[in-house]
């Protein structure tokens, strides 16, 4: 089983900055050689997209929407995924997700993910 347990994001207004993390546990996930972890978010009505992704290599993939403001980072030792948002803007606003899977390829694609947190809401306004 693998549990992952997100941090409380917030309300920022235009321009801040945000952390969110993500705890991840569970005999399964230790057992992961190749894995991903990374973040999404939803708007209602739209379909979950991806956000950022880490693997067990640290390499690290962004959207477009938010490269150069966000960073995804991964602590071994704590079992915890980060992602530190900079710069952060109205069209941001959505309810993230953190995930992990077993294997490093396809880390971007939301639905090759098996496990997944209870989701996060970041509100940032104008």
């Known amino acids: 089983q693998v549990r992952l347990v997100e941090s409380e994001g917030g309300s920022v207004q235009s321009g801040g900055s945000l952390r969110l993390s993500c705890a991840v546990s569970?005999?399964?996930?230790?057992?992961?050689?190749?894995?991903?972890a990374g973040w999404f978010r939803q708007t209602p009505g739209k379909e979950r997209e991806a956000v950022a992704s880490?693997?067990?290599?640290?390499?690290?993939g962004y959207a477009d929407s938010v490269s150069g403001r966000f960073s995804i980072s991964l602590d071994n030792a704590k079992n915890t995924v980060y992602l530190q948002m900079n710069s952060l803007q109205p069209l941001d606003t959505a309810m993230y997700y953190c995930?992990?899977?077993?294997?490093?390829?396809?880390?971007?694609?939301?639905?090759?993910?098996?496990?997944w947190g209870q989701g996060t809401q970041v509100t940032v306004s104008a």
């Open positions: 995930a992990v899977k077993p294997g490093n390829s396809d880390c971007l694609v939301p639905w090759k993910y098996n496990y």
């Open positions: 569970g005999a399964t996930y230790s057992g992961f050689r190749r894995y991903c």
């Open positions: 880490v693997d067990n290599d640290g390499r690290t």
